[in-house]
C-alpha cells in the first residue's frame, strides 16, 4: 500500500513505506515521545524539511486514512509529531502502512491510523485549531469543516 503526498491538493509523490522511511533523517522509538507505545518512528517536520528544501514551513497538514478518516492539524502543533512505521522490525498489524503520533496535539484522536495520504498545506486562512473526523461528518473545527468540504466538492 503506498503513500500519496500532496503539497496544497498536488499530488507530488507516492511512495512505499519503505521508500518513505529511508528519506527520514530522524528515526527513534515511538516510547522517546508516546510512553506505553513500542515500535520505530521518524520525525515528520524535519522529514518535510528535509526533502523540500523549501525555506518556510506548511501552515498545516492533512492526513487521510483508508477508511476515510482524516485529520487536520495546524503545523504549530506538529513539533514532536512522529510516523510510526514499523513494530517488532515488521509492518505494523494495527496502523497499516503508517500512524501518525501528535504528543503536542489537542486530542488523541489526531493519532491517525492506516495514512495513505498526506498533504502539506499553506493557507494561513484555515486557523490555529485542529480538526478530525470522518471525511464530510466532520465534527471539530468549522473552518477545517468548511475547507475539507470545499475540497470535496
Ligand atoms: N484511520 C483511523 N484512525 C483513527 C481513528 C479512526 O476511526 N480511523 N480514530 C481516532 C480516534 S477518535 C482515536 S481516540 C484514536 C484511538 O486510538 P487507538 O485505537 O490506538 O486507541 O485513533 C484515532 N485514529
Ligand atoms: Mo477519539
Redesign the pocket.
Known amino acids: 500500500m503506498n503513500i500519496h503526498i500532496f503539497e496544497n491538493e498536488t499530488e507530488v509523490l507516492v511512495l512505499s513505506v519503505e521508500q518513505l522511511q529511508k528519506m527520514a533523517p530522524h528515526h527513534f522509538t515511538i516510547n522517546e515521545r508516546v510512553p506505553g507505545i513500542e515500535g520505530r518512528a521518524f520525525d515528520l517536520a524535519t522529514w518535510y524539511e528535509s526533502w523540500s528544501k523549501k525555506s518556510t514551513n506548511p501552515t498545516h497538514i492533512k492526513v487521510e ?3 476515510e ?1 482524516q485529520a487536520m492539524i495546524p503545523w504549530d502543533e506538529l513539533d514532536s509529531a512522529a510516523i510510526l512505521y514499523e513494530q517488532n522490525e515488521k509492518p505494523l498489524k ?1 496502523g497499516f502502512p503508517i500512524r501518525l503520533y501528535v504528543p503536542d496535539g489537542s ?8 495514512i495513505v495520504k498526506i498533504f502539506f498545506i499553506r493557507d494561513q486562512s484555515l486557523g490555529n485549531e485542529s480538526s ?1 473526523g ?1 471525511k464530510n461528518t466532520l465534527d471539530v473545527s468549522d473552518l477545517g469543516k468548511q475547507y475539507l468540504k470545499k475540497k470535496s466538492e
Do not use: G
Open positions: 486514512a483508508v477508511d478518516f494495527k486530542s488523541d484522536c489526531l493519532n491517525v491510523k492506516s478530525f470522518f
